[in-house]
C-alpha cells in the first residue's frame, strides 16, 4: 500500500510542478490564480481548511514564501505563494522519492506494476502524441486548444519555445497561462509584434533567428487564415515549405493548428504535402505532473489510466456508473434515448424488474453522448443535502459555482435552492441520470416534484418510479417521457450466450432467461435453474472459500467500497477481479459492489453472527479512515453489529461536527436506531443533546425543546452542569427563533450562569452573543450592548477570531439602532475584514447589508446604495438568493428615496419581492410594499402610494416589527404630507416616533419630531 501524501508535500508538488511558471513571471506582474490559496484549493481537491493549514505550516518552515499583488479583477490584493530556494530544494527530494514509488496501473484489460517517475515519463510521451524533431505538424482543431496543450507539454520537456499568432500576447497569457516569447501578427506597429505581410522577410527571419540561438525548439504558428487572407494561398504555401525546411534542417518542432472548415480538401492537401498530420494515440485529459498523478492513485495503490487519457469535450460526472463488459441489442430503446434528448421532453422515466439492463442501457448511451453528464446512483441512505452537493460539485465544474457557495453556508433552504437551480441550469447542455430511483425517500421525491419543472433533460431509473409527477405531465403537457425495458430479444440473447462462448442449447437457456441480461450473463447448459433459485443453487456454492468471503462481506456494505476495504485475511485483488470476470461483483471506477439482486441474496443468507462480524470488521475500516462520510458509516455498521456503547461514544464525540457539515438527515435516521435500554445513563444524556440540537437544525422545534429538556432532567441527576448548560444555550436560541423572546432570555440566563460557574469561557462568551442579540429584538440596547461587549472581551481572551467578528457585526447593529452610526460603521468595517479574510461569503453579505443600512440611517442614500450593491454583487457571485434579495430590495428603496433610478428601483424591487415570496419571508414582503409605496409617491401617483403603504403596514403589525413599522410610518407619513392629508399624516409620524422610542433610537426620534413640527 503507498504511503499517504500529507497536505504539505501535496502543496509542495503542486508548486514545483508549476516552478516554470514562478521563474519566468515578470516583475511586478500579478501571477496566474494557480499560485493562490483558492488556486491550489481547486487544484489539489482538498477543503479550504486543510490547504490553509498546509501553507501556514510551510510558510512557517521557510519552505514557501507569501507575496501581496493586486489583482485587477477583484480590486483588492491578494496573497500568492512561492517556493524558496530551501522550498525548491525540498520539493526536488519529495519528487525524487515519490518517484521511485511503484503502482499498479490498469490499461486497457491490462494490469502491471510501474514506478511514478516512469509512469509520468510514459503519459508525457503519448500527451505530446510522441512528436520527433526535425518535424512540422498540422494539427486538426476548430479551435487551437490542441496545438497549446501540446505546446505546454513540450516546454515541460525542457523546449524553448516560440508563438507566432494573429491573438493578442495577453490573451494568450491569460488564456494558457503561458510565459513564453509571443509575436503578434499586426498591422499596428509595437513591441514583439510582426507585419503580417512580410512573411519572407521579417516573419521568416525571427523564426530562424530563434531556431539558430536555441536548441530543442518547438514553435506554434497560429492564424495561418489570417496570413492568408493578407498574402494569398500560394504565398503562404511557399512560406510553410521554406519554415518546415528550416525546422528539419534545426532539429525543432513545428505546431500549425487548422481549422479544417476554413480550408477546403484540395488546400488541406496541398498544407500537408510538406506537413505531417498530428494523430496521437491519445490526448491527456488533466496535466501530466506529479500532482494530477498522485490525485489520481488510489489509497491502495492503483491507478486506472483512462482516468489521466481519453478526454471527453464534455464534462462526465459518471464515474460511478458500473463498466459495461459486453453490450448487444437495444437499438430501439437507444433510438428512443437519442429522440427524447432532441425533443422538448424534460424527462424521461426508465422502468424495469431487477437486472434486466436499464443502468447498462443509460451508460452505453452516455458513452458517445455529445454534452455535460451527471450521474447519481441513489440508495436507501440517499438524503436531498448529499444529492445536492454532488450536482453542485458537478455544476461547479462547468464554471456555475453558485449552487456549491450556496451549500458551503449554513442555511438549507429548499425554496432558494430551486431559484439559484433555476439560474444554474438555463441554458445548461448537460444530462442528468438518476439511478435507482425507486430508493428515493420522500424529501427527495418532494424536490423532483419542483426540479421537473426547470430547464433540464434528466433520465430516472428505477424499478417502479416514485411518483413525481402526474398523468397529465405525460399524456397533456408532454414534458415527461416513459420506457418500460423487458428482456432482451431471442437475437441479442443468443449473442450475448455465444460472446460467452455457449454455443448448445441457446434456444432453451433463452426460455428459461426469458432474456433477462443478468441471467444470461451466469446461466450454462449445466445449470438450467430457473431464477432466483439458480443464483442460490448453481452460482454461489460453486464459487471458492475466498470468493464467498469476499461476496458476503462486499453484501454488508450500503455503498460502492474499495478493494482494500474487504482485503481481509486471504482475499486480494486477484479474487475480487475474478468476482468481476464472473459478473458477481461490479467495479465502478476505483470502487466495487454487487447488484442488488445478488446482494439481497448474498445477505440474506448468512447468519446472525457472520452479519455482526462482517459489520465489525467494517466499521473498524471506515473509523480508521477521514472525513464525515467515514464516521457515518462507521455509526451505521456498528449500529448493525450492535455496538450501542461504542455508537454512543462515537455520536457524542463527532455528532455537532456532522450537525456542523449539513449531515443533519443522515445523523437523524441513524440515531433514531439507538435503544434507550442498550446504553448507559451518560451517553443515553449525550445522544439526547445531540438529537435536540439535530432537531432543531432540521425546524421540528418543538421536539427539540422536548428531547433538549430531558436532557437537561437527566443531566442533573448525573451532576453533569457542562451538559445543563449547553441545553439551556439551545433551548434559548430555539426561542429566540420563535419570536419568544422573554422565555428565550431566561433560559440563557441560566445557561450562563453555568458556564460562569464552571468557567466555560468560551461558552461563557456563546451565551452572552445571543443574550445581546435578544435584547436588541426586543428594543433594549443597552442591555443588548453590555452582554455583546461581554462577549467580545471573552472573544479576545480565548483567541476566538469568528466570536469576535460577531460581537463586532452585533455592536455594530445595536450602535446603528441607537443612532450611533460612525461607531455602528467603524465595528462593522473589523467584522468585514475578518469574514473577506476567511472569505466567508455568507457573513460578508450580513455585514456589507448591515453597513448599507447604517448609512442609510446616516441619510447618506449614495453610500448606502454602494453598498447594497456590493451585497448584490457578492450575493449573485456566490449564489446566496436571500441576500441578493436584500441587497435588492435595499438598493430599490434608497433610489426611491433619493427619487433617481425610479425605474432601475421598480426592476430591482419587482425582482426582490419574487424572491421573498418564494421564500415566504413577511418581513420584507412588507418591506418591499414599503418601497413600492416611495416609487409611486416620487411618481406622484398617491392613490398607488396609499395601497403600497396600507399592505406595508398590515404585514408587519401582524408579525410586530418595530424596526420596519418604524420606517413604514415614517414614509406613509411623507407621502399624506405631500398629498395634503395632514390630519393621517401627523398621525403616521407619531406612529413612528412611538416605535422609535421603543427601540432606543434617540436620534430618529428628534429627527422625526422636527419633521411633525414643519407640517
Known amino acids: 500500500m503507498m504511503r499517504a501524501i500529507s497536505i504539505k508535500e501535496m502543496i509542495l508538488l503542486f508548486l514545483r510542478d508549476h516552478l516554470h511558471e514562478q521563474l519566468s513571471l515578470p516583475t511586478g506582474k500579478t501571477p496566474p490564480s494557480i499560485f493562490s490559496q483558492p488556486g491550489i484549493t481547486e487544484a489539489l481537491g482538498r477543503s479550504k481548511q486543510l490547504v490553509s493549514y498546509g501553507i501556514a505550516a510551510l510558510t512557517k518552515e521557510g519552505l514557501i514564501r507569501k507575496r501581496r499583488f493586486y489583482v485587477k479583477e477583484t480590486g483588492r490584493f491578494r496573497n500568492f505563494y512561492f517556493l524558496t530556494e530551501m522550498g525548491i530544494q525540498r520539493a526536488r527530494e519529495l519528487r525524487e522519492d515519490i518517484g521511485e514509488r511503484v503502482v499498479r496501473v490498469r490499461e486497457k484489460e491490462e494490469i502491471k506494476e510501474m514506478r511514478i517517475r516512469d509512469l509520468i515519463e510514459y503519459l508525457r510521451r503519448i500527451a505530446v502524441g510522441q512528436v520527433e524533431q526535425g518535424t512540422s505538424y498540422i494539427i486538426k482543431d476548430e479551435r487551437s486548444d490542441k496545438a497549446y496543450e501540446v505546446f505546454r507539454e513540450l516546454i515541460k520537456e525542457g523546449y524553448s519555445g516560440l508563438i507566432l499568432s494573429d491573438v493578442s500576447p495577453r490573451k494568450i497569457e491569460k488564456k494558457y497561462g503561458i510565459r513564453e516569447e509571443i509575436y503578434w501578427f499586426s498591422e499596428v506597429e509595437g513591441e514583439n509584434t510582426l507585419r503580417p505581410d512580410r512573411l519572407d522577410s521579417e516573419i521568416t527571419r525571427t523564426i530562424t533567428s530563434f531556431l539558430r540561438e536555441n536548441e530543442k525548439t518547438v514553435i506554434l504558428l497560429e492564424g495561418l487564415a489570417y496570413l492568408v487572407q493578407i498574402n494569398g494561398f500560394d504565398a503562404c504555401v511557399r512560406f510553410l515549405k521554406t519554415l518546415s525546411d528550416a525546422i528539419a534542417q534545426n532539429d525543432g518542432v513545428l505546431l500549425l493548428p487548422l481549422n479544417p472548415v476554413v480550408f477546403d480538401e484540395k488546400e488541406m492537401a496541398l498544407l500537408s504535402k510538406?506537413?505531417?498530420?498530428?494523430?496521437?494515440?491519445?490526448?491527456?485529459?488533466?496535466?501530466?505532473?506529479?500532482?494530477?498523478?498522485?490525485?489520481?492513485?488510489?489509497?491502495?495503490?492503483?491507478?486506472?489510466?483512462?482516468?489521466?487519457?481519453?478526454?471527453?469535450?464534455?464534462?462526465?460526472?459518471?464515474?460511478?456508473?458500473?463498466?459495461?463488459?459486453?453490450?448487444?441489442?437495444?437499438?430501439?430503446?437507444?433510438?428512443?434515448?437519442?429522440?427524447?434528448?432532441?425533443?422538448?421532453?424534460?424527462?424521461?422515466?426508465v422502468k424495469g424488474i431487477a437486472g434486466i439492463g436499464k443502468t447498462t442501457l443509460l451508460s452505453k448511451f452516455i458513452e458517445d453522448v455529445e454534452m455535460d453528464v451527471f450521474w447519481y446512483r441513489l440508495s436507501e441512505f440517499s438524503t436531498l443535502r448529499g444529492l445536492l452537493t454532488k450536482i453542485a460539485d458537478f455544476l461547479s465544474r462547468i464554471e456555475r459555482r453558485k449552487l456549491q457557495n450556496y451549500l458551503m453556508g449554513e442555511r438549507f433552504v429548499v425554496e432558494e435552492i430551486l431559484i439559484l437551480l433555476e439560474e444554474e441550469l438555463k441554458g445548461c447542455n448537460a444530462l442528468f441520470v438518476f439511478d435507482d430511483f425507486h430508493k428515493a425517500n420522500k424529501e427527495i421525491v418532494d424536490f423532483f416534484r419542483s426540479l421537473k419543472d426547470l430547464d433540464i433533460k434528466m433520465v430516472v431509473m428505477g424499478r417502479t418510479i416514485p411518483l413525481f409527477y402526474d398523468r397529465r405531465d405525460v399524456a397533456i403537457k408532454k414534458n415527461i417521457r416513459e420506457m418500460v425495458l423487458t428482456g432482451l430479444d431471442r437475437e441479442s440473447s443468443i449473442k450475448m450466450l455465444k460472446h460467452r462462448k455457449i454455443e448448445k442449447d441457446l434456444d432453451e437457456l433463452y426460455h428459461i432467461t426469458k432474456g433477462h441480461p443478468l441471467l444470461l450473463e451466469l446461466i450454462t447448459p449445466e445449470t438450467k435453474t430457473e431464477g432466483e433459485e439458480f443464483l442460490k443453487e448453481e452460482i454461489i456454492k460453486k464459487l471458492s472459500p475466498k470468493e464467498k468471503k469476499a461476496l458476503e462481506m462486499g453484501s454488508a456494505f450500503r455503498y460502492p467500497f474499495p478493494a482494500k476495504a474487504i482485503m481481509i485475511e486471504d482475499i486480494d485483488h486477484e479474487t475480487i477481479d475474478n468476482l468481476v470476470d464472473k459478473s458477481l461483483m461490479q467495479r465502478s471506477g476505483d470502487v466495487y459492489d454487487l447488484h442488488d439482486l445478488i446482494k439481497e441474496i448474498i445477505y440474506n443468507r448468512l447468519s446472525k453472527e457472520q452479519k455482526t462480524r462482517y459489520h465489525k470488521s467494517i466499521a473498524e475500516y471506515f473509523e480508521r479512515e477521514q472525513g464525515e462520510g467515514a464516521i457515518l458509516e462507521a455509526i451505521y455498521h456498528l449500529l448493525k453489529a450492535e455496538e450501542y456503547e461504542k455508537v454512543s461514544w462515537l455520536i457524542a464525540e463527532k455528532g455537532e461536527t456532522l450537525i456542523e457539515k449539513g449531515f443533519l438527515k443522515e445523523l437523524d435516521d441513524l440515531i433514531k436506531q439507538i435503544p434507550k435500554n442498550r446504553v448507559s445513563t451518560a451517553n443515553w444524556a449525550e445522544i439526547l443533546k445531540i438529537r435536540g440540537i439535530l432537531s432543531k437544525f432540521l425546524g421540528e422545534w418543538d421536539k427539540a425543546l422536548t428531547q433538549l429538556r430531558e436532557c437537561i432532567r437527566v443531566s442533573r441527576e448525573l451532576e453533569n452542569k457542562r451538559l445543563q448548560g449547553e441545553c439551556y444555550y439551545h433551548i434559548g436560541e430555539i426561542l429566540m427563533n420563535k419570536a419568544e423572546y422573554d422565555k428565550a432570555y431566561k433560559n440563557l440566563q441560566e445557561s450562563l450562569q453555568i458556564f460562569e460557574d464552571i468557567e466555560d469561557l468560551r461558552g461563557t462568551a456563546k451565551v452572552n452573543y445571543l443574550l445581546g442579540k435578544s435584547r436588541w429584538r426586543r428594543g433594549k440596547l443597552d442591555d443588548a450592548e453590555e452582554h455583546l461587549q461581554k462577549c467580545l472581551n471573552l472573544a479576545e481572551k480565548i483567541g476566538d477570531e469568528r466570536l469576535k467578528a460577531m460581537?463586532?457585526?452585533?455592536?455594530?447593529?445595536?450602535?446603528?439602532?441607537?443612532?450611533?452610526?460612525?461607531?455602528?460603521?467603524?465595528?462593522?468595517?473589523?467584522?468585514?475584514?475578518?469574514?473577506?479574510?476567511?472569505?466567508?461569503?455568507?457573513?460578508?453579505?450580513?455585514?456589507?447589508?448591515?453597513?448599507?443600512?447604517?448609512?442609510?440611517?446616516?441619510?447618506?442614500?449614495?453610500?448606502?446604495?454602494?453598498?447594497?450593491?456590493?451585497?448584490?454583487?457578492?450575493?449573485?457571485?456566490?449564489?446566496?438568493?436571500?441576500?441578493?434579495?436584500?441587497?435588492?430590495?435595499?438598493?430599490?428603496?434608497?433610489?426611491?428615496?433619493?427619487?433617481?433610478?425610479?425605474?432601475?428601483?421598480?426592476?430591482?424591487?419587482?425582482?426582490?419581492?419574487?424572491?421573498?415570496?418564494?421564500?415566504?419571508?413577511?418581513?420584507?414582503?412588507?418591506?418591499?410594499?414599503?418601497?413600492?409605496?416611495?416609487?409611486?409617491?416620487?411618481?406622484?401617483?398617491?392613490?398607488?402610494?396609499?395601497?403600497?403603504?396600507?399592505?406595508?403596514?398590515?404585514?408587519?403589525?401582524?408579525?410586530?416589527?418595530?424596526?420596519?413599522?418604524?420606517?413604514?410610518?415614517?414614509?406613509?407619513?411623507?407621502?399624506?404630507?405631500?398629498?395634503?392629508?395632514?390630519?393621517?399624516?401627523?398621525?403616521?409620524?407619531?406612529?413612528?416616533?412611538?416605535?422609535?422610542?421603543?427601540?432606543?433610537?434617540?436620534?430618529?426620534?428628534?429627527?422625526?419630531?422636527?419633521?411633525?413640527?414643519?407640517?
Open 274 to 349: 510538406y506537413m505531417e498530420t498530428y494523430d496521437p494515440k491519445k490526448v491527456i485529459s488533466v496535466e501530466i505532473n506529479y500532482t494530477n498523478i498522485i490525485r489520481n492513485i488510489t489509497p491502495d495503490g492503483f491507478l486506472d489510466i483512462r482516468t489521466i487519457l481519453e478526454p471527453r469535450r464534455y464534462v462526465d460526472y459518471s464515474d460511478k456508473r458500473p463498466e459495461i463488459k459486453y453490450f448487444v441489442g437495444r437499438k430501439q430503446e437507444l433510438r428512443e434515448i437519442k429522440g427524447f434528448l432532441k425533443s422538448k421532453t424534460k424527462v424521461l422515466c
Open 807 to 1015: 460581537a463586532y457585526n452585533g455592536l455594530g447593529v445595536v450602535h446603528g439602532h441607537k443612532g450611533e452610526c460612525k461607531k455602528a460603521l467603524e465595528l462593522m468595517m473589523k467584522c468585514l475584514q475578518y469574514f473577506e479574510r476567511i472569505d466567508n461569503k455568507y457573513e460578508m453579505v450580513n455585514v456589507q447589508n448591515n453597513i448599507g443600512a447604517t448609512y442609510a440611517r446616516m441619510n447618506d442614500f449614495r453610500k448606502a446604495i454602494e453598498w447594497y450593491e456590493k451585497c448584490v454583487k457578492t450575493s449573485r457571485d456566490a449564489g446566496i438568493v436571500r441576500g441578493m434579495g436584500y441587497g435588492l430590495a435595499n438598493s430599490a428603496s434608497n433610489y426611491a428615496k433619493l427619487g433617481e433610478e425610479l425605474d432601475k428601483a421598480k426592476e430591482y424591487i419587482d425582482e426582490a419581492l419574487d424572491i421573498f415570496n418564494r421564500l415566504g419571508e413577511k418581513r420584507m414582503i412588507g418591506g418591499c410594499y414599503d418601497t413600492y409605496g416611495i416609487i409611486y409617491h416620487k411618481k406622484n401617483e398617491y392613490d398607488k402610494a396609499v395601497e403600497c403603504f396600507e399592505k406595508a403596514i398590515k404585514i408587519e403589525e401582524e408579525i410586530e416589527s418595530l424596526e420596519f413599522l418604524s420606517e413604514i410610518y415614517r414614509d406613509y407619513a411623507r407621502m399624506l404630507a405631500d398629498k395634503g392629508d395632514r390630519a393621517k399624516a401627523r398621525e403616521m409620524f407619531e406612529k413612528a416616533i412611538a416605535c422609535y422610542e421603543k427601540l432606543g433610537n434617540k436620534v430618529k426620534v428628534e429627527e422625526v419630531k422636527k419633521e411633525l413640527e414643519g407640517l
